[in-house]
């Protein structure tokens, strides 16, 4: 089974300073990582994935994220956040056999403050 | 990405009832996923629906309680059955294809059990 660690529940950051969300996550067998944004009262939408080769990914609106293989770690980053970058940020893995099933991590509240 | 809608947005509705919501893809897809999300928490899957056949369904969740329909390839119905309070969720359908491992979420329906 896999599971997903978010330490950090908060996160308060001024506008057009940099952001980091760490994610780690366990498993006995090879996974793809997953980073989504869910904005108040809307679905969740894909930011970014990883799925193999390089271990730096970049994603939509400037994101980008670095799966490290010995740490267990998928953190997220942006270099200058925006106010628009108000959401709540879940971090996901999945097993790279068997069912297609998403692991969730409880999520990271990204606030962005002017 | 699949353009995913869902019925209804949000209800409210009255311990011991049932409430259907429905999911449904603007194109085929190969699988179609239920998930709860708890208020101030993070996703859990209840169930894989799977067409023509039964769902699967996740620890902790059984067909009596959440009956899953899939029809076809672009529809699925989730039921809540004789809900109660702890029901009160947003309840989210997701789509993935069979080799790309990631999914895309429909917009979700906010519950609310009095």
């Known amino acids: 089974a896999q599971s997903v660690t978010q330490l950090d529940s908060q996160v308060p950051v001024f506008e057009e300073a940099p952001v980091e969300l760490r994610c780690n996550y366990s498993s006995s067998v090879s996974v793809y990582l997953f980073w989504y944004v869910q904005y108040p009262n809307q679905g969740l939408q894909l930011l970014l994935k990883y799925l193999s080769g390089s271990t730096l990914v970049k994603g939509i609106n400037g994101f980008e994220a670095e799966f490290n293989k010995s740490q267990t770690s998928f953190h997220l980053r942006k270099p200058s956040v925006h106010i628009s970058d108000t959401a709540e940020y879940f971090c996901?893995?999945?097993?790279?056999?068997?069912?297609?099933?998403?692991?969730f991590g409880t999520g990271t509240r990204l606030t962005v403050i002017p | 990405s699949a353009v995913i809608s869902q019925k209804p947005s949000r209800d409210i509705c009255q311990r011991g009832t049932s409430l259907t919501i429905q999911c449904q893809v603007d194109s085929q897809v190969t699988m179609m996923f239920w998930y709860r999300q708890q208020p101030g928490q993070s996703l859990t899957l209840i169930a894989t629906a799977n067409q023509g056949s039964e769902a699967t369904y996740e620890s902790g969740f059984v067909i009596d309680k959440f009956p899953i329909s899939r029809p076809n390839l672009t529809f699925s119905t989730l039921t809540v059955s004789n809900m109660s309070p702890e029901d009160s969720s947003i309840y989210l359908c997701?789509?993935?294809?069979?080799?790309?491992?990631?999914?895309?979420f429909g917009p979700g329906t906010r519950l609310t059990v009095t």
């Open positions: 997701s789509v993935g294809e069979q080799l790309r491992f990631e999914q895309y």
């Open positions: 996901a893995v999945s097993s790279q056999t068997g069912a297609n099933n998403l692991f």
